[in-house]
């Protein structure tokens, strides 16, 4: 007899044939008892025919009208999900995020959630109804509809379950939970039990897209046990918990990686206070997100800058760059597009040394040579040629015993 | 500078090129001055789409659930129709039937508006913008989405023009006003300028389906100058006026005519009190509406008493008729269902004599034998064998002069 928050997306609710398959998922966990809230999105394709609607009538849409045509998406979905639910004799009400007071700022296409009533819900739980609400939308205090933005509805479905103090959050998507790795990288990759909302933050900016980061921010501040699970199959998904690591918390919980990035280094430098800003600024004054930056001194009083960017923003990058190295007499500008960032990522490394060197010299022995590398409490990242990505990812998933799970904190690998 | 509340059905916003037609209007009036409002339906085919795939999920569809479903349906409309005024540089803003808290009961899918809160709408007006709102929708006490039934649309714009006292409430469709016969039938007719509600009323509920006569009761009831009016075109379509007929109104405002009926006759029944209930008591029981109800009295102490239903009653009055024939011991009961009505519109005929002899000798010159007459202030119906439908609607139209709009109620035609 738990209260159980669930969420499916676009793909988890893509036909009437899908939408019945969650029917009985949900009418399924009803009759074991629980108490159960629904949160879906858009049936998929929905909000990508309705966003062309809205470009062929006006290029410039505006933000406010484009936030009341995507609504109806997931309005169409809760009243077709209660339908079905209708049909198994199980009692549901839908409600759109306007009805639930799912209440945002005004900032349309990507608001945020500031507060949420839960009198109405609690009063249709208290009832034995399922309630199904839409994702992705609420409304603000003048009571204009706004939407969330991407992953919109994994947000939704964490603040109802964090307003319901709900004793799970479910998230179904078309993978069956975290891996260790990528499996189509790594076939041994194994799916994770759990994992902490930090380490998830982690996988997740590193490009392991299972959930979105806001959710799992979300998720970590109001402590709500969040869990990854397939819509298709029945497995018991990965739990992404806010609780401090035990002892038998693996040391690494899994390898991410990303080959958006691209790499930059301006040489010969004066090695002088300052002069991080006064390369960085311009980049970010034109709207670019750095990454990693690492900074080498050199042994001629002029000093080496390299960081990274996205692959999109890398001939702007380039061209700024190039400026400010004239401005500064910089030595040379360099670059490169063909470049991929592995990562290992756990809690575990926090209290146990060794773990750099096992990376580094994993990768070694495999000839793989590291370009950057960049270190936080519970990640190391090293950037090194595109070509190598896999085989580093495969490497590293082996050299961490990730593909049986039984290298644990307390018995450490290798310790360098 | 008037206010004006305008109405687009789904026809006339069936494409993103029908809703730039429709902002090109509504902007047009706007810059003339104009302060606007725009109540429009779902795009055509929308709401079949939507009831479909609510068939599909479940074929007793929970009718709380349609309406949140169907009610995407405008809310997509008011979006694009909002969007294409922006992009016209209209300043404009949309508003779902619960965000300007069209308040209705809670009988989902055929709902009565309550109150309208006009506070909204009128701040947006004092802007300079115009109010795009959604038809057929609205919400009862408990914020759940309502929807108004057939020609809610209609409904909306008259409530919003009545809520707002607005100058004038054009309603636009597919044909370009009120025409004193059906111009299939009677190549001759002509649109008329203005008409009474009360005629109105006569002529929709004798199947002239330019308006929903819900629509039009209410015009009547908050006083309401409505325009019935085309999309299409650029003429001034046909004023529904609540005013009192002045002298030089027409006598007849127009031939209506209704071939959905069949007769029912219950002959050699006691001529007694309260036989009309013992007839007409079952038949109502079985939710069936009785149309035209005319009794006649025999020479031999009994009666007979003939009466109309909808064509698609007639096999079940029939069988209930004839059980009532043995209760009550009547002769015989005797029915038709190849039958029509024909029927002569206008308040003139209150003040002058000789109408019914007019409409009575005209069919007669042409053959049609009248099967049945039923009269009121402002309308006299026949019943005719359906074939001659057709000719009697000619026949009429030309015997009152209608095609020329000439005689008015200070000329009498031929007073019988």
Tied chains: 1, 2.
Excluded: W
């Amino acid at each position: 007899m738990a209260l159980i928050v669930e969420k499916y997306g676009g793909t988890s609710v893509g036909d009437v044939e899908r939408i019945n398959a969650v029917a009985d998922k949900v009418a399924g966990a009803r009759a074991e008892g629980h108490e159960m809230v629904v949160v879906v999105s858009a049936m998929s394709g929905e909000t990508n025919r309705l966003t062309e609607l809205a470009a062929e009538v006006n290029p410039e849409v505006p933000a406010r009208e484009l936030d009341v045509l995507l609504a109806t998406g997931e309005q169409v979905t809760i009243a077709l999900l209660t339908m079905a639910l209708h049909r198994r004799g199980c009692d549901a009400r839908s409600y759109t995020g306007g009805q639930v007071h799912i209440r945002t700022d005004a900032v349309h296409g990507r608001a945020r959630i500031l507060d949420i009533e839960d009198a109405r819900v609690r009063h249709d739980l208290c009832q034995g109804r399922v309630v199904v609400v839409a994702g992705f939308q609420g409304v603000d205090e003048a009571q204009n509809i706004t939407t969330l933005g991407r992953g919109g509805s994994d947000t939704t479905a964490v603040a109802m379950a964090a307003a319901l103090k709900a004793d799970e959050c479910r998230i179904y998507t078309d993978v069956d939970g975290v891996y260790t790795a990528d499996p189509r990288i790594v076939p041994e990759a194994r799916r994770l039990d759990s994992i902490t909302v930090e380490e998830m933050l982690e996988m997740a900016s590193l490009g392991t897209k299972v959930l979105q980061i806001r959710s799992v921010e979300f998720a970590g501040k109001y402590r709500v046990p969040l869990r990854v699970l397939s819509s298709f199959g029945s497995g018991p998904g990965t739990l992404i918990t806010f609780e401090e690591p035990l002892m038998e918390q693996p040391m690494i919980s899994g390898i991410a990686y990303n080959r958006d990035e691209a790499k930059l280094t301006i040489r010969g430098i004066p090695d002088e206070p300052g002069i991080a800003y006064r390369i960085l600024g311009p980049i970010s004054d034109a709207h670019i997100n750095v990454d990693m930056i690492v900074q080498n001194v050199g042994a001629d009083g002029t000093t080496d800058l390299t960081f990274t960017v996205h692959r999109n923003d890398y001939p702007q990058s380039l061209s700024i760059l190039k400026q400010t190295a004239e401005v500064l007499s910089a030595r040379d500008v360099v670059g490169a597009d063909d470049i991929a960032k592995v990562s290992i990522v756990g809690v575990g490394m926090r209290s146990h040394a060794g773990i750099a060197t096992t990376m580094f010299r994993s990768l070694a022995e495999e000839g793989i040579n590291i370009q950057m590398i960049s270190t936080s409490e519970i990640k190391i990242s090293v950037v090194v040629d595109d070509k190598y990505m896999e085989l580093g990812v495969r490497t590293l998933h082996k050299a961490f015993g990730l593909e049986n799970g039984t290298k644990h904190g307390d018995t450490p690998p290798s310790a360098g």
